[in-house]
């Protein structure tokens, strides 16, 4: 599989007049081409900062990064004519109408003005954005707004889509919406490129996840990969009194209302389903979510922090 973006040792620091801040450190990372890469990362982990720089439109200060085999710093010009973008932070024109912004951009891309407007009228359907196409876009709410940028982007050419929290403010609906036009995407096989803070989107939508914690890339692979990463994969849930007497040592245990949840690794998992078959009892067994992943790997690079910042006093 060819790979559409390839990072080596990529680093950005800020600086400013007295201070400084590591925003990404020895970034290596490989995105094939057709896959949803999700990325994910708390506040501060430098999520924004790998899509501005891989967009060409911030400078590393460390390290390459190529996209479509071409170095973004050198030679950022083929990656722009390739790619689409929604940055973190935007706002669509608001004097003009959802139609108009959307085939005004891809006008601006090259089409031709019938079929751009065909393309726009279309994109703002699948998006259920047709009621409000010819509404100035000042008059429409921030997740409407937020809505015609992904329209923007979904509608034109582009290979490669860098989508940086596109739908943050997104009641339920809509973000579903949003979603079967990424999966669309996907189907015409582009690339996307996807930050997140809803796990159930990364897990929905991802072929592959990538962790960013404190400029550092913890983890990336396939969903599966980055379960079998981690220590405790498997969630149980255990009916109130049947508690084994080991239980503390098979896991981490934790309470939630009357119900017990362990988190443990497969062997023991089954072993509590034997044990709770043999005495009646009922218990519910899974593979961990997205968001218990997570929080296990990003939990276990926090607490390290913490041991190393003590090591260190
Ligand atoms: N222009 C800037 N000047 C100085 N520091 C910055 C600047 N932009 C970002 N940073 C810092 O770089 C780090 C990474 O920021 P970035 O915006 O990439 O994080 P993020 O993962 O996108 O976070 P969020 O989930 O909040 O959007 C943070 O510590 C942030 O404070
Ligand atoms: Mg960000």
């Given at each position: 599989m060819t790979d559409i973006l390839v990072s080596r040792k990529l680093g950005r620091e800020y600086r400013w007049r007295g201070g400084s801040n590591r925003a990404l450190v020895d970034v290596d990372l490989r995105v094939p081409k057709g896959v949803v890469l999700g990325l994910l990362g708390r506040n501060g982990a430098g999520k924004t900062t790998f899509v501005r720089i891989s967009s060409t439109s911030l400078m590393p200060t460390a390290g390459t990064l190529e996209v479509f085999g071409h170095d973004v710093v050198r030679d950022p010009d083929p990656v722009r004519a390739r790619i689409a973008v929604i940055p973190q932070e935007s706002r669509p024109f608001?004097?003009?109408?959802p139609t108009e912004l959307v085939s005004y951009y891809l006008r601006m891309r090259g089409s031709a003005r019938a079929e751009a407007e065909r393309t726009a009228l279309r994109t703002l359907e699948e998006l259920e954005l047709s009621h409000w196409k010819n509404t100035q876009v000042n008059r429409l709410s921030g997740g409407l707004r937020r809505r015609v940028m992904v329209a923007m982007v979904m509608a034109s050419d582009a290979e490669f889509l860098f989508l940086d929290e596109p739908t943050t403010g997104l009641d339920p609906l809509a973000r579903r919406s949003v979603w079967s036009a990424i999966r669309k995407a996907a189907h015409e096989d582009r690339t996307i490129l996807l930050t997140t803070h809803y796990l159930d989107e990364a897990e929905a939508l991802s072929d592959q996840l990538a962790i960013l914690e404190s400029g550092r890339l913890l983890a990336h692979g396939s969903p599966a990969d980055i379960a079998a990463?981690?220590?405790?994969?498997y969630r149980v849930t255990l009916e109130d009194g049947f508690a084994p007497p080991d239980l503390e040592e098979m896991g981490q245990v934790t309470r939630v209302g009357n119900k017990t949840l362990l988190f443990t690794d497969e062997p023991r998992a089954n072993e509590l389903a034997r044990q709770a078959l043999e005495k009646g009892r009922r218990i519910s067994m899974g593979p961990v979510s997205l968001e218990d992943l997570f929080v296990q790997i990003v939990g276990k690079e926090i607490s390290q922090d913490d041991e190393e910042a003590v090591s260190a006093a």
């Amino acid at each position: 599989m060819t790979d559409i973006l390839v990072s080596r040792k990529l680093g950005r620091e800020y600086r400013w007049r007295g201070g400084s801040n590591r925003a990404l450190v020895d970034v290596d990372l490989r995105v094939p081409k057709g896959v949803v890469l999700g990325l994910l990362g708390r506040n501060g982990a430098g999520k924004t900062t790998f899509v501005r720089i891989s967009s060409t439109s911030l400078m590393p200060t460390a390290g390459t990064l190529e996209v479509f085999g071409h170095d973004v710093v050198r030679d950022p010009d083929p990656v722009r004519a390739r790619i689409a973008v929604i940055p973190q932070e935007s706002r669509p024109f608001y004097w003009l109408t959802p139609t108009e912004l959307v085939s005004y951009y891809l006008r601006m891309r090259g089409s031709a003005r019938a079929e751009a407007e065909r393309t726009a009228l279309r994109t703002l359907e699948e998006l259920e954005l047709s009621h409000w196409k010819n509404t100035q876009v000042n008059r429409l709410s921030g997740g409407l707004r937020r809505r015609v940028m992904v329209a923007m982007v979904m509608a034109s050419d582009a290979e490669f889509l860098f989508l940086d929290e596109p739908t943050t403010g997104l009641d339920p609906l809509a973000r579903r919406s949003v979603w079967s036009a990424i999966r669309k995407a996907a189907h015409e096989d582009r690339t996307i490129l996807l930050t997140t803070h809803y796990l159930d989107e990364a897990e929905a939508l991802s072929d592959q996840l990538a962790i960013l914690e404190s400029g550092r890339l913890l983890a990336h692979g396939s969903p599966a990969d980055i379960a079998a990463r981690v220590k405790y994969p498997y969630r149980v849930t255990l009916e109130d009194g049947f508690a084994p007497p080991d239980l503390e040592e098979m896991g981490q245990v934790t309470r939630v209302g009357n119900k017990t949840l362990l988190f443990t690794d497969e062997p023991r998992a089954n072993e509590l389903a034997r044990q709770a078959l043999e005495k009646g009892r009922r218990i519910s067994m899974g593979p961990v979510s997205l968001e218990d992943l997570f929080v296990q790997i990003v939990g276990k690079e926090i607490s390290q922090d913490d041991e190393e910042a003590v090591s260190a006093a």
